[in-house]
């Protein structure tokens, strides 16, 4: 179990409208451990837990190419999905997830989510009040050292959607397509390679041009040396204070690691990676939006807005987590309350995002979107 699913367990399980009941995981001691962690019951694969377990809805955070062929045993018992990002490897998969979804009349959702951090939907809220005017350019920055934590195999390998553009663009282009409104135009895009000891996408630099005229970039580089924390008061992706002379060097040889060894110390890692709470706004890198009166731009906790009254702090609620906010969007989505803006036609837009800068990286030319939907 990845940290993304250990991360949504105890959000489950305090949500006033989701009761975690069970869950299917391969590995034995992995699932022992969690049924004492949960008191859920334990499957190990998705089709017993479909017939055994009296269920509403089903959380799918297994691998990327597995989540098409999940989704869709899920929505064949008539039940709701909430999904990892990316939500398939390839356009038509998710066309599929979509179908399967509207035929079967259950809701489909995709949890990028840091779409849900605060700030970023605050950020979301003054765009969308005009108070700036319109928006004219969106930039998100993030350098990790995504490439040299512990990975699976498959979490490198582009073909089953893995990589920094999957893995890390998804977020990207979602926050993105939240601030500029969903409808881009084109992509142009550069993708890198550059450790013949680490093979995979690892850094990208991304144009996106939007319908009515807004320019966007998304930069990742995940080889470790620069921190985009460091332009943010040191506050870590998920909340917390690490100033950089605390911060444990870079693991950059993986020479002497096993696979097997490498997935024990991510599985060890999963445990404690996401944490439910901090004292700070998590920031997934830095992102800045140009308006026509002012800037916008995250803080420590919330948001500095530029105008011409000067430099204004907006301190942003921490009581929920991102994943708490996602649970709410989907939780008010089977109730039929709100349409949700994380649909899978939302999500198969950002997945068409993603193919198209890698596909623009190895043409040299801009690519034409076709599946963009607004927001």
Not at 50 to 60: C, H, R, S, T
Not at 100 to 129: K, N
Not at 188 to 208: C, E, K, L, Q, Y
Request: aromatic residues 8%; negative net charge; proline residues 6%.
């Amino acid at each position: 179990m990845g940290a993304a699913a250990r991360a949504f367990l105890p959000p489950i399980r305090s949500h006033a409208e989701f009761e975690l009941v069970a869950f299917a995981e391969p590995v034995a001691e992995t699932r022992d451990s969690v049924t004492v962690e949960t008191g859920a019951v334990g499957f190990a694969d998705l089709p017993s837990m479909l017939k055994q377990a009296g269920l509403d809805a089903v959380y799918i955070a297994t691998p990327t190419e597995l989540h098409a062929e999940h989704a869709g045993l899920v929505f064949a018992a008539g039940k709701h999905v909430l999904t990892e990002k990316p939500m398939a490897i390839g356009l038509d998969e998710a066309q599929a997830m979509v179908a399967a979804a509207e035929r079967a009349g259950v809701v489909l959702v995709v949890g990028h989510a840091h779409g849900f951090d605060r700030p970023i939907q605050v950020m979301r809220e003054i765009v969308t009040s005009g108070c700036l005017g319109r928006v004219r350019m969106i930039h998100t920055w993030n350098f990790t050292d995504w490439m040299y934590r512990p990975r699976r195999p498959d979490e490198l390998e582009i073909a089953l959607g893995g990589g920094v553009m999957f893995r890390q663009g998804s977020h990207q282009f979602d926050i993105i397509r939240l601030l500029g409104g969903g409808m881009v135009r084109s992509v142009r895009a550069n993708t890198f390679d550059w450790d013949p000891n680490r093979r995979s996408i690892g850094a990208h630099t991304v144009f996106m041009q939007f319908a009515d005229g807004i320019a966007a970039t998304a930069v990742y580089n995940g080889y470790g040396y620069f921190s985009t924390m460091e332009l943010i008061s040191d506050v870590t992706e998920w909340g917390f204070t690490e100033p950089v002379e605390r911060r444990p060097p870079v693991r950059r040889t993986f020479a002497s690691a096993s696979p097997a060894d490498e997935l024990e110390a991510k599985r060890k890692r999963a445990k404690n990676a996401i944490p439910t709470s901090a004292p700070h706004q998590p920031h997934f890198g830095l992102t800045v939006v140009s308006c026509e009166r002012g800037d916008i731009r995250q803080s420590p906790d919330g948001l500095f807005v530029y105008s011409e009254r000067g430099r204004e702090e907006i301190t942003v609620p921490n009581d929920k987590s991102p994943r708490d906010l996602v649970l709410d969007e989907f939780a008010a989505a089977i109730a039929g309350r709100v349409k949700p803006v994380h649909d899978g036609r939302w999500g198969l837009a950002n997945l068409e995002v993603c193919l198209a800068a890698i596909e623009s990286s190895k043409r040299g030319t801009e690519i034409e979107l076709k599946h963009q939907v607004t927001a």
